[in-house]
């Protein structure tokens, strides 16, 4: 569990998500600057919404990666709060078309390592698995509630940035260990807070259907 140690009480857990404290600004680094590239149409708002659904099922269709960057691009820039607090992206590329399946943090080119195992059997078969994280350590520990909060608010941004280039997506706010281990390789502070998937549902629609 991010924050504390894996054999700390589950009272402290409580504590932490109780508790409340302001989230720093400026922590996080400034997202990766991306040419413009072309996206074709883009969904109108209202379709967006009206076909807002949660997708746990995806076709084996490889994302070219110009549009993985574009869904994210759109998302920081309607979630710019997020990134400022110190939340960050990092893509497990499984279906992505000229980019190697590989764990990356967004706007690197060189791969972190593998995508850590079992994260498919609990997430997603998707062609991106997208990681949502903080460098826990650079905020007060009462913060940690917050960080959740912005986590989430980013998730749900590139949610609809998905939809609105025709994707699909499902959302979940369990961390996972391997994750986190992967992560702290790089940065033995930053934890894994919120996942997103995101590909093309099975059924061939379009992001038609009932939210969820």
Known sequence: ??????????????????????????????????????????????????????????????????????VLARAVTAAPEATDRGISMFVAARRVSGTAPALYAWGDSEPLGDIPVDCVEDYADAPVLLFLCAAVGRAPARAYGGLLTYAGALGQAVWLAARTHGLDCSVYGLPHYRVNAALQRRDRRLCHLFTVALGRGTDGRPGGGVGG
């Open 1 to 70: 569990m991010p924050l504390i140690a894996d054999d700390a009480h589950r009272g402290r857990v409580d504590e932490l998500i109780r508790t409340r404290a302001a989230v720093p600004a400026g922590m996080g680094r400034r997202p990766p600057a991306l040419l413009a590239a072309g996206t074709g149409r883009l969904l109108p708002l209202e379709e967006v919404q009206r076909g807002r659904r949660s997708v746990r099922e995806f076709s084996g269709e490889h994302l070219p990666s110009w549009l993985v960057d574009a």
